[in-house]
């Protein structure tokens, strides 16, 4: 597609729920990358794809969560028994290349956990 | 990962007004990146500096690249209300890079 599009848009969980958020990036971009921004802040990295190969997952917070992409293309990122500090808006962003090249962002998905 | 201080945290200003935003760190990266928020979307690159010294400019926007390479500036001409937003650096280096804490514009008209 044009752009990278993630989806839902917003996302209302109750605590304690699962949650998958999606995101389909650039056609023909390599890599992959899941960011998740608190309010006011920058995003922090969670975890990196080159292909369906998840090079880094350095930066999930917890083992509640995991991604996946399986055919190298759409990701999915899942939250199991969702807490309150998991709301933030999670960013997926691809790029041709590996980290060092410019990315192009999705609009991101706003979690709520209430 | 290398730790990348924005300042401000946050900046108001008139439009028509000059300001300069800072993106910092004691780690030396082999590029930089500054990219623009605006609420309820993503970052949108603006521009990669590369060489320490590097000035580029981008219509009302100047950017620089410390002479070491740790630090990075963005200046904005007669600034605008469409320039209002949330304004990130991202580093290169050795270690994981990250993106800067941000710094949060708002031009009022």
């Known amino acids: 597609g044009a752009g990278v599009s993630q989806s839902p848009r917003y996302k209302v969980a109750k605590r304690g729920q699962d949650v998958a958020l999606r995101c389909d990036p650039i056609?023909?971009?390599?890599?992959l990358f899941w960011y998740q921004q608190a309010l006011g802040q920058g995003p922090e990295f969670l975890t990196y794809?080159?292909?369906?190969?998840?090079?880094?997952k350095s930066g999930l917070p917890s083992d509640r969560f995991f991604a996946e992409r399986p055919e190298g293309s759409v990701s999915t990122l899942k939250i199991q028994r969702t807490q309150q500090e998991d709301s933030a808006v999670y960013l997926c962003?691809?790029?041709?290349?590996?980290?060092?090249?410019?990315?192009?962002f999705g609009s991101g998905t706003r979690l709520t956990v209430v | 990962t290398q730790l990348l201080e924005q300042s401000p945290q946050f900046l108001s200003i008139q439009e028509g007004e000059n300001l300069t935003v800072y993106c910092n760190s004691s780690s030396v990266f082999s590029s930089l990146q500054w990219y623009r928020q605006e609420p309820g979307e993503g970052p949108v690159l603006l521009v990669t500096?590369?060489?320490?010294?590097e000035v580029k400019k981008l219509k009302r926007l100047t950017f620089q690249f410390g002479d070491a390479r740790k630090d990075s500036s963005l200046h904005i001409t007669a600034a605008q209300p469409g320039d209002t937003g949330l304004y990130l650096c991202?580093?290169?280096?050795?270690?994981?890079?990250?993106f800067g804490t941000g710094t949060r514009l708002t031009i009022i008209p």
């Open positions: 991202r580093g290169f280096g050795n270690e994981k890079l990250t």
């Open positions: 500096v590369v060489t320490g010294g």
């Open positions: 056609s023909g971009h390599v890599s």
């Open positions: 794809f080159q292909n369906e190969a998840q090079l880094d």
């Open positions: 962003a691809s790029s041709l290349g590996g980290q060092g090249i410019a990315y192009t």
